[in-house]
């Protein structure tokens, strides 16, 4: 199946900062990319679909100014979230798809806000 | 809207025995149906998928049936092993998009 990367793998930033979290889509061209946050014992829920070039969709009740989806390629993603707060603590899993295709998901990355 | 209902865990079970995690899902049109795998520390992992009714999946002795008539997908193996501890998530897709709706997932655990 197809690649997607995402980076980085673990992060642990200090609250009120930024972090940016990055998913590449290695061997395909992704024309849509999915951002998931799955809280512990919980599953995923979509937060945000982005279509390269266009501004992301957010799910309700997701701030779309905390976290900021960028989809500037073909093949990369990125998500940023800002101002971090320890309840943004959270696992979080980008796919991308093709549009003619599954969705491939990232490894995902676990984010620590201290 | 689509939803995906599983069964609750945790599902403990003893080397060898026999697997089945339910699954249900709600979903206007004809869905695509997908079992999911997250090990421990790890991100998801595509485990099989069937994409039309009466269609079959199976991988790594994994087997799910596609059944419109009950609108279920229901997860079996014939002899688990301490390594299939992981987390399964059922989950569907049925918008042009590949935007895929997930069960809360069920973790097994196998004990030797």
């Known amino acids: 199946g197809a690649v997607v990367s995402q980076h980085p793998s673990r992060v642990i930033c200090k609250s009120g900062t930024s972090v940016k979290i990055e998913c590449r889509s290695l061997?395909?061209?992704?024309?849509?990319m999915f951002w998931y946050r799955q809280f512990p014992k919980q599953s995923l829920m979509l937060m945000a679909t982005?279509?390269?070039?266009?501004?992301?969709?957010?799910e309700q009740g997701v701030e779309k100014d905390k976290f900021l989806i960028n989809h500037a390629s073909l093949t990369l993603s990125t998500l940023t979230v800002t101002s971090a707060h320890p309840e943004d603590s959270s696992f979080y899993i980008c796919?991308?798809?093709?549009?003619?295709?599954?969705?491939?998901f990232g490894q995902g990355t676990r984010l620590t806000v201290v | 809207g689509d939803s995906v209902t599983q069964m609750e865990g945790p599902v403990t079970l003893s080397e060898e025995a026999f697997l089945t995690i339910n699954c249900t899902y709600t979903a206007t049109g004809y869905p695509s149906l997908f079992w999911y795998v997250q090990y421990p520390g790890e991100g998801l992992q595509l485990l099989l998928k069937?994409?039309?009714?009466?269609d079959k999946g199976s991988n790594k002795g994994f087997e799910a049936t596609y059944r419109k008539e009950t609108t279920s997908f229901h997860l079996e193996k014939g002899s688990v092993q301490v390594s299939d501890s992981a987390v399964y998530f059922c989950a569907l897709n049925s918008g042009g998009y590949q935007k895929v709706t997930f069960g809360t997932g069920t973790k097994l655990q196998v004990i030797p």
């Open positions: 069937a994409t039309k009714a009466d």
């Open positions: 982005s279509n390269e070039g266009s501004k992301a969709t957010y």
């Open positions: 061997d395909f061209q992704a024309t849509t």
């Open positions: 796919s991308a798809t093709s549009g003619f295709s599954e969705a491939f």
